[in-house]
């Protein structure tokens, strides 16, 4: 399998250096030149075996430069910080009692070292890597460069900290994270890592960390300091094939709950900021795994949904911070992935569109291209208000607790099946473990919180629900802050020469 770029026609490479890569020289996205196929009865043999095999497996589709022996072992190495007995659980809930053949599978993909669900891709990439450095021969150190708007941020950190050849650098917007994730990402150890606030909001961040892989003199810089730059965002081809996985073995775990047989379809509802959890549902209904259609749930910032409806990308709106923070974007990187996919591959169309984007700060995509995303996609948007009526409903209904995020993708999910009475059985993804966002979640359940710090509402959320606390969360009020640089983002390039020369 070969990989090329979404903007521009570049010798194909394969997949070690892409990953190593992170994203091409012309600014786009590295993409695979053809999706693999999987057939429902190969998917079937999986149903009793493990997570790490499952995801080895598909992996192995796209990442054909790798070794199964190494792949298995990648994913041995990266699964075994999560709960032994939750890889990826499946909660059904029955939404509506009058239809319970139209079950709700919230897929909790949180059960990681950081309770967030980049850590299913944040614990393999840095294996990926690693092997990928051999694989190519390269004796340089590779910096990691991430943007984070929350989640993806201590994810990278937590896999990244210490691994020989690497050295890693989190931005994250000031102000613009829960007080959990910001405590999360500033108490992370490691003698390769650094962790630095942006003035500004998370596409500050995001851009500041593009202009900086786009820039060749500061390559040129890096490169005289023995530094190649890579990036475990979801722009990086490694950070985001892990993802396909999971929504495999969702559904094979719907199927073993006895909610479906084999072939039978479903439906996918994610809540969605940078586009990359979404596209790796994309991925896995283009490989063969029965999807009917696929939900876009966004917040507020809702750039997405207008897309899709409309047909026109704008950024160029108000930008709310929100209870809902890792969705807190208005530039959807990974959304070009998808438009060079739908788009049969033309590079030139994706590359005009993306510099409208930077230049004008919105492009319109032509008719053909908005009817065949139309077949595959249906964008809601979710207020704050019903965020919070969706986590009490879901607590009142069946005494699940949710995040923030999981409530927007199900209340999504609740407005499409208002609008198209379709009852097929879905997979909603949970994103984050409800006590990350503890202060939301306590409001909605309309029990006060006031007086009480972010750490202290943990202990009382857990009082008032009786929900299992993720332990890296249960020892975090002990942790020690070892960051706490801010920047204005004129200053983001500045600051990576300075950590890379360190």
Not at 34 to 51: A, N, S
Not at 165 to 190: C, E, H, N, W
Not at 400 to 429: E, N, Q, W
Request: glycine letters at 6%.
């Amino acid at each position: 399998m070969k990989y090329v770029s979404t903007r521009s026609k570049i010798r194909p490479i394969n997949s070690a250096e892409a990953i190593l890569q992170g994203l091409a020289k012309d600014g786009g996205l590295f993409v695979p030149e053809k999706i693999p196929k999987v057939k429902l009865e190969e998917l079937g043999e999986f149903k009793d075996k493990t997570y790490e095999e499952l995801s080895a497996w598909i992996i192995g589709k796209y990442l054909t430069d790798y070794t199964a022996d190494e792949l298995g072992e990648c994913a041995e190495l990266a699964y075994n910080w999560f709960d032994i007995h939750a890889r990826i659980s499946v909660a059904i809930l029955i939404q509506d009692a009058n239809n319970p053949t139209a079950p709700v599978g919230n897929m909790e993909l949180w059960h990681g070292p950081t309770a967030a669900f980049k850590d299913v891709a944040l614990q393999m990439l840095p294996h990926l890597m690693r092997m990928a450095l051999k694989k190519v021969g390269e004796t340089k150190k590779i910096l990691i460069l991430v943007a984070t708007s929350g989640d993806t941020g201590k994810a990278a950190l937590a896999g990244f900290a210490d691994v020989p050849q690497t050295k890693i650098m989190v931005f994250y917007p000031d102000g613009g994270v829960s007080k959990i994730q910001r405590l999360q990402m500033v108490t992370q150890a490691g003698d390769n890592v650094n962790v630095t606030a942006v003035r500004g909001n998370f596409d500050d961040a995001q851009t500041g960390v593009k202009k900086i892989f786009s820039d060749k003199k500061i390559r040129d810089e890096l490169d005289k300091l023995g530094v190649k730059l890579s990036s475990a965002n979801s722009i990086n081809w490694g950070r985001l094939v892990p993802q396909i996985a999971y929504y495999f073995a969702g559904y094979l775990e719907f199927v073993k709950s006895g909610q479906l047989t084999l072939g039978d379809k479903i439906n996918i509802s994610v809540p969605t900021g940078n586009f990359g959890n979404i596209l790796a549902a994309y991925y896995a209904m283009k490989m063969g795994l029965p999807v009917k259609k696929l939900i876009c749930a966004s917040n507020v910032n809702n750039v997405l949904t207008e897309f899709f409806v409309t047909g026109t990308y704008n950024r160029k709106r108000e930008f709310f911070k929100t209870i809902t923070p890792s969705m807190d974007i208005l530039i959807s990187s990974n959304l070009e992935r998808l438009l060079y996919h739908e788009s049969g591959g033309d590079f030139k169309q994706i590359s005009r569109y993306m510099n409208e984007l930077n230049n004008f700060g919105k492009y319109k995509i032509d008719k053909p291209l908005k009817i065949r995303l139309d077949k595959i996609f249906h964008a809601e948007y979710v207020t704050e208000d019903e965020t919070k009526l969706f986590i009490k409903r879901v607590y009142d209904s069946f005494k699940y607790l949710i995040d923030t995020h999981s409530a927007v993708s199900i209340c999504a999910l609740s407005k499409y099946r208002g609008k198209t009475k379709d009852l097929t059985p879905v997979l909603s993804a949970a994103t984050a473990s409800p006590y990350k966002f503890t202060g939301a979640v306590l409001d909605a359940l309309e029990k006060s919180a006031e007086g009480v710090d972010d750490l202290a509402q943990i202990a009382l959320l857990n009082r008032f629900t009786n929900a299992k606390i993720p332990k890296n969360l249960a020892t975090l009020s002990a942790a020690q802050i070892l960051h706490d640089d801010v920047c204005d983002k004129e200053e983001m390039a500045q600051r990576v020469l300075k950590f890379a020369a360190e």
